[in-house]
């Protein structure tokens, strides 16, 4: 059996890194993808061995400094876990070989995403990319070879579903601030909490976000939303969100479909542009709801307050009300109040540039 230990190094000269297309081989689990170099331990190798041999044998290159940058951790539910010790590397000597594991070329780092490439790949790149300093990350895989899980340091990451302009899935997954930063269209649920009054008006629930959220911090915003996570669909999504914001215990059959919304818009928050493109399905939710009976997720919302609809409309026009709506998305609510409404090919889109 081979090690369940590896290493994998990519190799820098002039902004470009020596990747591997892995074309040679048939039965290679990374067959047609594109990787740095490296590859399982033999018995009594170091990490470091194991590294100046794997160069050695796979570009004829010996390597004189390198970096340690990080563990990572492979999980997948048809193949024994593996510990992969990530390296860098930009001094070396000798002349580039041949390689019986497929195809070396020097490739600019910014045309690596380009590459056919494992999506958690993508992750360690961008790691190494912002100079991270060592990391312990832990990527997990379905049969099909598709993502579903990553913990960065311990620490859980949300991972969404890339989508086609008509908002279906690729195929591919990606880290969320990965997605922001480059402003992949991705899939959230919008859920607005209403009551109908006996005066004929409707008051409507509004969030008012953490101080600490990486967008929009302190405005006023949807009674509840939150992006999917990869793989789930948006009725488990809208259960998920307004449970964990909102503490509101709901069913897929409490919320009312009322059309998809397209937004876009991008600002500079933290010292970082912030880019969000994302297609939503947005709900009514109209079941009785108690404020002082809510448990909110104090790392999400710091508050919420029921306002008269026709306030908030007027606020968000003249803007003295510090919210993050999208002004056609909420003049649905009012269209989904009317009698004779059909939510069938509504889908709205609104794009910013602030």
Same mark, same amino acid.
């Given at each position: 059996?081979?090690?369940?230990?590896?290493?994998?190094?990519?190799?820098?000269?002039? +902004?470009? !890194?020596?990747?591997?297309?892995?074309?040679?081989?048939?039965?290679?689990?990374?067959?047609?993808?594109?990787?740095?170099?490296?590859?399982?331990?033999?018995?009594?190798?170091?990490? $470091?061995?194991?590294?100046?041999?794997?160069?050695?044998?796979?570009?004829?290159?010996?390597?004189?400094?390198?970096?340690?940058?990080?563990?990572?951790?492979?999980?997948?539910?048809?193949?024994?876990?593996?510990?992969?010790?990530?390296?860098?590397?930009?001094?070396?000597?000798?002349?580039?070989?041949?390689?019986?594991?497929?195809?070396?070329?020097?490739?600019?780092?910014?045309?690596?995403?380009?590459?056919?490439?494992?999506?958690? +790949?993508?992750?360690?790149?961008?790691?190494?990319?912002? $100079?991270?300093?060592?990391?312990?990350?832990?990527?997990?895989?379905?049969?099909?070879?598709?993502?579903?899980?990553?913990?960065? +340091?311990?620490?859980?990451?949300?991972?969404?579903?890339?989508?086609?302009?008509?908002?279906?899935?690729?195929?591919?997954?990606?880290?969320?601030?990965?997605?922001?930063?480059?402003?992949?269209?991705?899939?959230?649920?919008?859920?607005?909490?209403?009551?109908?009054?006996?005066?004929?008006?409707? +008051?409507?629930?509004?969030?008012?976000?953490?101080?600490?959220?990486?967008? !929009?911090?302190?405005?006023?915003?949807?009674?509840?939303?939150?992006?999917?996570?990869?793989?789930?669909?948006?009725?488990?999504?809208?259960?998920?969100?307004?449970?964990?914001?909102?503490?509101?215990?709901?069913?897929?059959?409490?919320?009312?479909?009322?059309?998809?919304?397209?937004?876009?818009?991008?600002?500079?928050?933290?010292?970082?542009?912030?880019?969000?493109?994302?297609?939503?399905?947005?709900?009514?939710?109209?079941?009785?709801?108690?404020?002082?009976?809510?448990?909110?997720?104090?790392?999400?919302?710091?508050?919420?307050?029921?306002?008269?609809?026709?306030?908030?409309?007027?606020?968000?026009?003249?803007?003295?009300?510090?919210?993050?709506?999208?002004?056609?998305?909420?003049?649905?609510?009012?269209?989904?109040?009317?009698?004779?409404?059909?939510?069938?090919?509504?889908?709205?889109? $609104?794009? !910013?540039?602030?």
């Amino acid at each position: 059996m081979k090690s369940p230990m590896t290493t994998l190094c990519y190799i820098e000269q002039d +902004d470009r !890194y020596l990747m591997l297309h892995r074309v040679s081989k048939e039965n290679d689990i990374n067959k047609d993808k594109w990787i740095g170099v490296g590859g399982h331990f033999e018995p009594g190798e170091s990490p $470091e061995e194991c590294l100046l041999r794997e160069v050695k044998e796979e570009t004829g290159l010996t390597l004189f400094a390198y970096r340690f940058r990080g563990i990572v951790t492979f999980c997948s539910e048809d193949a024994p876990t593996e510990y992969m010790c990530l390296y860098t590397a930009d001094a070396f000597e000798g002349s580039l070989t041949s390689c019986d594991e497929g195809t070396l070329q020097w490739i600019e780092k910014d045309k690596i995403e380009s590459l056919n490439l494992w999506d958690g +790949d993508v992750l360690f790149l961008d790691l190494l990319r912002r $100079e991270v300093p060592f990391f312990s990350l832990k990527l997990s895989y379905k049969k099909d070879g598709t993502w579903y899980r990553a913990a960065l +340091d311990g620490k859980e990451l949300e991972l969404f579903d890339i989508c086609k302009p008509d908002g279906t899935p690729t195929g591919h997954v990606k880290e969320r601030s990965m997605v922001h930063r480059s402003g992949d269209f991705h899939r959230t649920v919008h859920m607005w909490v209403i009551r109908r009054r006996e005066d004929g008006g409707v +008051d409507v629930l509004l969030q008012k976000r953490s101080k600490k959220k990486d967008s !929009y911090p302190g405005h006023y915003d949807i009674s509840s939303a939150g992006h999917m996570h990869a793989g789930d669909s948006y009725e488990v999504s809208a259960v998920r969100e307004i449970g964990e914001e909102l503490g509101i215990a709901a069913k897929p059959e409490d919320f009312r479909f009322i059309g998809f919304h397209e937004g876009y818009f991008e600002k500079e928050f933290w010292g970082e542009m912030f880019v969000d493109h994302e297609i939503s399905a947005v709900y009514l939710y109209e079941k009785p709801v108690k404020i002082e009976e809510l448990d909110l997720q104090e790392s999400e919302v710091e508050e919420v307050i029921f306002m008269d609809y026709e306030e908030i409309l007027q606020g968000i026009k003249e803007n003295s009300l510090p919210n993050c709506i999208y002004p056609e998305e909420f003049g649905l609510i009012k269209k989904a109040l009317e009698p004779d409404f059909n939510p069938e090919g509504i889908r709205i889109k $609104e794009k !910013y540039f602030i």
